[in-house]
Structures are given as C-alpha cells and as structure tokens.
C-alpha cells in the first residue's frame, strides 16, 4: 500500500495543494475507502484461490486475456519504473550526484533484492523504503496550515473547474494503480496466508489505505500553506522544482532533506512493487515459476530475469535523458485505458471464481460496483484531457 504513493502520486499531490489548496483534501480522503475496496477484493482472491490475478484470469477467460492484461501490465510496470527512477535521479540531483551514479546503483540494489530468496525480506525492505516518506510530516509542521481555511477547503470544492476535475482524476489515478492489484495478489499468495488470515489481512489493508492516503494529505497539506500561497501557478514537475518551492518557507536544508527522502523511498518502494508486479503477472500467464521465497535457479530463471529486465530498461531511458514528462503522460493515459479492463476482471473473477460464503452481497456489492464504475470513469476523464482533448 505504501508503494501507492509513488513520486508520481506525491508531485500529482503536491500540484494539487498548490493549485487549489485545502479544496483536494477531501477527495484524498474519499479515496481511502474506494482504496481499501479495490486492495481487499484482491486479497480475497488471492487467499482463497491460492493463484495470482493473472494466473486467475488465464484460468477463467482464456490464455488471450491473460496474456494481453500481462504484456499491459508490463509496460506500466516499465512506465512506472521511469517515474520511480527519475525520481531518484532527481534527489540525487539535489545534493549534487550525478544520475549516471543513482539510478544504476538503484536499480542494482532492487534487483539484488529479490535475488536473496526471501519475500519476508523483500517485504520489510520495501516497508522500511515506504515508511521514509513520513519524514514530510516535520514538513507539515514548519509549513504551519491554517485549520480556519482547512475547514473552509473541506466544504468548499469547485467540481466546475475543469482544471480541478482534471487534477481530480490525477489523483484517482494516482491511487488505483493496475499493477497494484497484480501485486497484492501475487504477494498474498508468495506468503503461503490461508482463510485463517482474512481477517487480519482486512486489517493490514485497511491501516494501509489510511496511511497511503495520510501521506497524500500531508503532500497536500504542505504545498498549499506555502507555494500555494505565493505562486499557485508555478511548475512542480519535478523534484528540484519541489525543493525550490519549499525552500523560502522551510528552509534550503529542510527543503532538501526532507523532501529528498521522502521521495526516495516513494520512488524506491514503488520500484519495487511495479517490477514485481510484472514479472508476476507475466510468469502466471506463462506457466513459469514465480516466487520471492527461493534463490535463483533453473525453475525460477524466467521469473528473475523478467523482474531484472524491467529494472535494466527503465534505468536506460531514464539514462538516455528522454523526454521523460511525453512518456510520463503515455504511462499515465496506458494506466486509465487499462482501468476498465483491470476493475472489470477484478468484479467478474470476485463474482466466478470465489465460493459463495467469501463473495460480496446485497447492498455491499452494489456499493462497490459503483465505486467501480466511478473510478473507470475518473480514469477514462483522463485520456481526452491529458491528450489536449478537452
């Protein structure tokens, strides 16, 4: 859940507090429960079929489904690389190190992760990442948020502006991401947790929703008590334009500090889960044995070299020095095309491939059938307006 909160998800937050304020921390908040609805349907499949999202859609529609939600999945894996790297390129930036140094190095660690054959592991090490970026909550603090206008910013949302609507759907965006679902369901099950676990799993996604978003909040929090304040309008399209903005009101140190490391565990954590989430999904639609919990070998080779080849071809466009905002804006309009087919399958393998006693009922399903639909359509709202359609 921590990895929801990618550099990508935190500039999208920070251009929110900064164009409108304390007006985006209501939906921030809305979108906990529409997050913890999409995580926990996940969880459930995973847990009581004991198979992956992709491994599950092969089985119920047919190896061409599977193998196109894969190969999408893939290249938003990829996509989401080059947002996490640049990011940490970015930060490295910021004290002076050039990228040729961080993002090789970066990507080396994360691969050497998974190579350890621990996904307990691998967990803690993408927790300790994620948890990094609760180093802005001082941030918050230093930027000093008047609670009169919080208040006023929670009643008061100008759904008319097109501009809001549009960093609206940003942010739902930014909170279901495809390769989530993948993740989460393959994780469940690469930890071996039974129906016993459920329970406690509900529990685990539900603490996750709310601090993912809590960290949103923060984001938000911070950018609209100060450059929001001053220059509402001025570019946030990367982290040194994040610093800069920040500086005059925390200070050139907290500014860089605080910032740097909180996005490098956004960027570092997220890394993580997106490559992983592909190689999973790939592996399940290809037969191919996939698990975190043994060592590289014969049976395995696929599984790693997939998760290694997502690293190695995000590290080398973002060393190439593309025009990394165009492929930023490709990824994203790949993430809301994808939306509908992802939370479609999502409902119809909650609805086919579950028992009866662990399926959602009566006004529940209808409730979250809805939010469903609400979000596929955020993420549709998102591919004529980022194309300049509208």
């Given amino acids: 859940m921590l990895a929801d909160t990618d550099v990508g998800s935190l500039i999208t937050a920070a251009q929110s507090g900064a164009r409108f304020g304390y007006q985006m921390i209501l939906p921030q908040v809305v979108l906990m429960p529409i997050l913890y609805v999409v995580q926990e349907i996940t ?51 910021l004290f002076g190190v050039p990228r040729t140094l961080t993002v090789p190095v970066a990507a080396a660690f994360l691969i050497g992760i998974a190579l350890t054959g621990s996904y307990r592991r691998a967990e803690r090490v993408g927790i300790a990442f994620g948890l990094a970026e609760l180093v802005f909550v001082p941030a918050m603090i230093l930027s000093r948020p008047s609670l009169r206008e919080v208040g006023a910013g929670l009643v008061h949302l100008p759904l008319h502006d097109g501009s809001y609507v549009f960093l609206l759907a940003a942010n739902v965006g930014a909170v279901i ?43 938000v929090l911070v950018f609209a008590a100060t450059i929001g304040l001053t220059h509402p309008d001025a570019a946030l399209d990367t982290v040194g334009q994040l ?31 997106a490559s992983l989430a592909g190689a999973w999904g790939i592996s399940e639609v290809f037969g191919w044995t996939h698990t975190l919990n043994e060592p590289p070998n014969r049976r395995s080779a696929k599984f790693y070299f997939t998760y290694a ?82």
Wanted: a positive charge; charged letters at 15%; proline letters at 2%.
């Fill in 177 to 219: 991401m495809p390769w989530m679902i993948f993740y989460q369901q393959g994780a469940v099950v690469d930890k071996g947790l039974t129906r016993a676990h459920i329970r406690a799993e509900r529990r685990d996604t539900a603490v996750g929703a709310v601090l993912t978003q809590g960290i949103m909040i923060v984001m």
């Fill in 43 to 93: 969880v459930r499949l995973g847990i009581v079929t004991g198979k992956g999202h992709g491994a599950l859609i092969r089985e119920r529609f047919g190896r061409g489904w599977a193998m196109l939600s894969a190969l999408t999945l893939f290249a938003t894996g990829v996509g989401a690389l080059l947002t996490e790297f640049a990011g940490v390129a970015g930060v490295g930036q």
């Fill in 309 to 390: 080849l997502a690293h190695v071809l995000g590290a080398c466009v973002v060393l190439m020095s593309l025009d990394l905002v165009s492929l930023v804006i490709d990824v994203e309009v790949m993430n809301a095309l994808l939306l509908p087919i992802v939370l479609g399958f999502l409902l119809l393998l909650e609805a086919r491939a579950l028992p009866d006693e662990h399926r959602m009922r009566g006004a529940y399903r209808v409730l979250v059938t809805v939010v469903c639909l609400v979000v596929i359509v955020f993420g549709l709202y998102m591919v004529p307006a980022t194309l300049g359609w509208l």
């Fill in 243 to 273: 610093s800069s903005a920040l500086r005059p009101f925390i200070g050139a140190l907290g500014a860089k500090v605080l910032l740097g490391i909180a996005m490098l565990g956004a960027g570092l954590v997220a890394a993580l889960v």
